[in-house]
């Protein structure tokens, strides 16, 4: 397989630790996708390879989704002391660890046979915005599982759709970039589609005022999720446009290899940390410090849940390979018709398999969720069309 220049995905796993396998990252800036995918080599891929490429996306990915429902939120142990697992650095350096060895795999595979292997670091100046990266993402992870405490995974998969919002607050406030109004406007559709879909949950009248405050504080702790993923898409866009030609598997193996040092000095520090004074500040203390060890003794008295760590790790490392294959051989379009549709199955298929029920009303917040999203998605289309167009007209201009 010929080197060709890769992209960051489009991390969702995580975001898309809490994103789509971690070193994907979690939704890049629309802009810099489009910019950079002009730069992959031109091709005519067949239908085989294109029905292998969004195969791998789906069946990676919605099995991603079903295992990290079934980990985060499943009640295991005897149903008279049940306990749910709750250690996302743990479960971050799993899959930080998986990741990075994939990564390094398809770097190899990826290299012409003739040429060294690009390093991961191949210069000092990218150590500081790839530990940026890795912080950001490794922060992102724990507030996202946190949320999950006060809100249903449907409600989180919906909210965490609008990888736009962060991306647009931090070019807003930060790098003083503009957005044309539709971008707007889908913004404001998915945000009033998540405000439906919450405020028509089904619950009692004993539980609501409670639920709400609930489900509130579930929504905080998802938006500073959301913010840490903007900052890291961000600082990925900005590391493509600047260290160019690096590739998206130096990124992957780079990303992950510091995530992992950082989340694996954490576990080993944090019990020392906690006997200091100030530990109960933020939030450390001799009962939860010891997260390895801690994760480790669940898993010996719930083995399951080892298995189902081990295959949500595989999940998102192989789902990384495929997004970063299907970006150097198809557009970058074609990736978010197959993201957005993901999302949908992954929503639907949440409700089939853990027997959710939405009302009426909240089908009509998914309705204008995946309305606004599908709708920037037609509205990128045809922008990059007359963008091709453009080009191949003033191409024609000067060859005559």
Known sequence: MAKRKQLPLSQEPPSHGWNEGKGAVNGTANGALEELSTMLPTEQPGLTQLFICVAGIYASFLSWALLQERITTTAYGPSLAPEKFTYSVFLNTIQSIF??????????????????????????????????VAVTSSLASPFGYASLAHIDYITFILAKSC?????????????????????????????????????????????????????????????????????????????????RPYSGPQMMVAQNVLSTLLTTSYML???????????????????????????????????????????????????????????????SLLLVTVTVTRKMLTMMLSVLWFGHRLSGMQWVGVGLVFGGI???????????????KAKKGKGKAKEG
């Open 99 to 132: 990741a990075a060895i994939s990564g390094y795999i398809y770097l190899l595979v990826s290299t012409p046979r003739a040429a060294p292997t690009p390093s991961i670091f191949p210069s000092r100046s990218i150590l500081f915005p790839l530990v940026l």
């Open 163 to 243: 990888k736009l919002l962060p991306v647009m607050f931090l070019h807003l406030t930060i790098f003083r970039k503009s957005y044309p109004l539709y971008k707007y406007l889908v913004v404001a559709l998915v945000t009033a589609g998540v405000a439906v879909f919450t405020l028509h949950h089904p619950s009692s009248s004993s539980k609501k005022s409670s639920s709400s405050s609930s489900s509130l504080w579930g929504f905080f702790l998802l938006g500073i999720n959301l913010l840490f993923d903007g900052l890291t898409n961000s600082t990925q866009d900005h590391i493509f446009a600047t260290y």
């Open 269 to 331: 520090f944090s019990p020392i940390l906690a006997t200091h004074p100030l530990a109960s500040t933020i939030g450390l203390s001799s009962s939860t410090a010891d997260e390895f060890y801690a994760a480790t003794a669940f898993i010996r008295r719930n083995p399951s849940v080892g298995n189902a760590i081990l295959g949500f790790a595989a999940c998102g490392a192989v789902g990384q390979i495929f997004i970063y294959y299907t970006l150097s051989h198809f557009s």
């Open 374 to 388: 599908g709708a920037e998605g037609v509205i990128q289309r045809r922008e990059k069309a007359a963008k091709d």
